[in-house]
């Protein structure tokens, strides 16, 4: 992938992450299941971390 692409998908997978946070704290809230929640945050956080050191190896070659 290049820089703008990862960069992209950096951006997309935040706005995943926060969106999924905002439906997590309405889930404690109303005392729903917040498993599959967080399962997908964590899954995000290590999409994020990936991309990240994509981005990372790009710039340092």
């Keep these: ?3 703008e ?3 992209t998908k950096l951006v ?4 995943d ?3 999924i946070q905002s439906d ?7 005392k729903g299941r917040v498993s599959s929640a ?6 995000l956080e290590g999409e994020i971390a990936e991309v990240n ?3 990372d190896e790009l710039e340092e070659a």
Aim: charged share 40%.
């Design 53 to 55: 050191r994509q981005l």
């Design 12 to 15: 997309e997978l935040k706005s």
């Design 1 to 3: 992938m290049t820089k």
């Design 24 to 30: 997590l704290d309405k889930l404690e809230y109303v």
């Design 38 to 43: 967080e399962g997908q945050l964590i899954r």
């Design 17 to 19: 992450y926060v969106r």
């Design 5 to 7: 692409e990862l960069q």
